[in-house]
């Protein structure tokens, strides 16, 4: 059966709202007989991508029996939404009786006629869920919010089936996170159209004509009279006439990804209507910023607008030896007038969330420097971890472990110090919010906490880090970046977003991007709060007093 016969079935197989299912042209590519080991599809919003990947899916049960899909989101909730929504309206306008009256029809769970199964799971905190789970299709929706070290994991699922296919998909945030990663090392298959008066192809990438494309409004705008225009002379261009061409043909086998912004689909090109929604949020309309549109709109990665740091701010600081230098950093150590050990917790690991440790240093003219951390992979053996900090902190040279006191941070502490370390050189802190407007605070020990700890808001301290890097006050070990499977601890940083919650009050955090660690930036945090409170010099930007 070639690609114009599937397409027919497709037509008498599916109703969707009333309607023959046509797939959009941009996902004809799922419907090809040779699938690539890997499909990537990097998209706007609304243009089809789950409904065309999910009929791909029901086509592919009703085709081979006991073939088992499992979908994976990042939250439960989006499970059931996608289930519910969008999965479920499928099945009631399928017309093949294998796929129309499932044995098993429950929210995360479909069992077709045939013996295949879908099965719905999510897995952002945890991959677990679906470590025991064999299947044959791997799909993994807003891959963008997935974290990338979960990728192995879910792709061990298919270890033992002879189809072994994988799909990624999602509208990209920034440059930052595991979506992008995966079409770095994709083919970059891009809808190229050429037009008509004067022969240029378009291409619709912001790195070559996207932005040129976007016509003006006409109330005539239709299929046959589309918005989209020649980024070269202006005149009328068809995405219906376009083609996919990639970038690295030489992947497509292997990885092969595909962009497709909203543009590109009739649903926005050849309606009057939303081409002016289109067009409005490229104006900044609702309060759209240029990134927003860049991402939600044209499906590119785009923009650092919430991000405190910058990969060239990190590396105007990485200037000391690596960490893996070993004999450098004892040679630094006497050198130092304060040595601190930071300590974030690990939450299992199962996260990628491993204990994090940061040495962090002052120097007698009040610079502080980083020259060493790691992250140590016991994650479920708390007293081997404990004896491994004690040993660690006995080589360093350290003066004070500070760590967070939060949650089962008491109980870590408390194993630490069975191990042999000496209590009265443990600074506990504990992460607040509010913290009476002060960025540290010393609270005593009481009848119901007999403990001493210090509160530390974590937005206001984070600030004071990022303003100490920013300003080259805080010196890090070189970039320790190997690849996007293994981006080292320094760009934990680059993790960290601004916030604002939804509240009627508003109010400013720092958080870090989903599926993203951070535990780097805060056990650095950890320690820079500990240096700064032990010798009661808190950074100074230099800004001149306003009376």
């Known amino acids: 059966m070639d690609l114009n016969e599937r397409l027919v079935f497709l037509r008498e197989a599916f109703v969707l709202k009333g309607r023959p299912y046509v797939p959009y042209r941009p996902f004809h590519a799922l419907y090809v007989e040779d699938q690539p080991l890997v499909t990537i599809y990097k998209t706007g919003r609304q243009v089809s991508k789950t409904t065309s990947t999910f009929i791909r899916h029901l086509v592919h049960c009703a085709a081979r029996p006991y073939l088992t899909i499992l979908c994976t989101l990042p939250l439960e909730q989006q499970c059931f939404r ?17 796929i129309h009256r499932p044995t098993i029809k429950q929210t995360l769970h479909y069992k077709f006629q045939n013996d295949s199964n879908i099965l719905f799971s999510y897995a952002s905190d945890d991959p677990d869920r679906i470590r025991s789970t064999p299947g044959d299709v791997l799909h993994v929706d807003e891959c963008q919010d997935m974290q990338y070290s979960f990728l192995p994991v879910l792709e061990a699922s298919l270890a033992a089936s002879p189809v072994r296919l994988i799909y990624y998909t999602g509208t990209p945030k920034t440059i930052n996170n595991t979506l992008h990663a995966l079409w770095c090392d994709s083919s970059q298959a891009e809808w190229v159209i050429r037009c008509d008066h004067c022969g240029h192809y378009n291409i619709p990438s912001l790195d070559h004509d996207l932005l040129k494309m976007l016509g003006p409004y006409r109330p005539d705008i239709s299929e046959e009279s589309p918005a989209t225009i020649c980024a070269k ?12 061409v990639h970038r690295f043909p030489e992947r497509m086998y292997s990885s092969a990804g595909y962009h497709v912004p909203q543009i590109i689909v009739p649903l926005h090109y050849a309606d009057p209507v939303n081409w002016s929604v289109l067009l409005a949020y490229a104006s900044g309309s609702r309060g759209t910023t240029q990134d927003d549109f860049y991402r939600e709109i044209l499906g590119e990665a785009s923009g650092l607008a919430d991000r405190l740091l910058t990969l060239q701010d990190l590396q105007r600081v990485a200037i000391l030896p690596p960490r893996t230098d070993l004999q450098s950093l004892y040679a630094r150590l006497p050198t130092y007038s304060l040595r601190v050990l930071g300590i974030d917790w690990g939450g299992g690991g199962q996260a990628g969330n491993f204990t994090t440790l940061a040495l962090v240093c002052l120097r007698s003219d009040g ?7 790691t992250a140590l992979r016991t994650p479920h053996d708390h007293i081997s971890e404990a004896q491994e900090i004690q040993r660690l902190a006995a080589q360093l040279q350290v003066n004070v472990i500070a760590h967070d006191y939060s949650g089962a941070g008491a109980l870590r502490e408390t194993i630490l110090v069975q191990s042999g370390f000496d209590r009265s050189r443990i600074i506990p802190m504990r992460y ?3 913290n009476e407007g002060a960025a540290c605070r010393y609270v005593g020990p009481t ?6 700890c210090y509160h530390i808001e974590p937005t206001r301290c984070l600030l004071f880090v990022i303003g100490c890097i920013k300003t080259q006050q805080i010196w890090f070990f070189a970039d320790d970046y190997v690849s996007e499977a293994d981006r080292g601890l320094l760009r934990h940083f680059l993790n960290l977003i601004e916030e604002k919650t939804d509240a009627l009050v508003e109010r400013y955090y720092i958080s870090h ?9 805060q056990a650095t945090m950890l320690g820079c709060v500990a240096i700064w409170q032990l010798t009661n010099r808190w950074p100074y930007f230099g800004f001149t007093k306003v009376n």
């Open 233 to 244: 002379c202006g005149g009328t261009i068809y995405p219906q006439t376009g083609q996919w």
């Open 447 to 452: 009848a119901w906490h007999p403990r001493a």
């Open 82 to 98: 996608v289930s519910s929504i969008i999965f479920r309206p499928l099945l009631e306008g399928c017309r093949l009786s294998i």
């Open 432 to 434: 607040v919010t509010g």
């Open 513 to 521: 991007e989903p599926g993203q660690p951070d535990e780097f930036a």
């Open 367 to 373: 610079q502080i420097e980083v020259p060493w951390g």
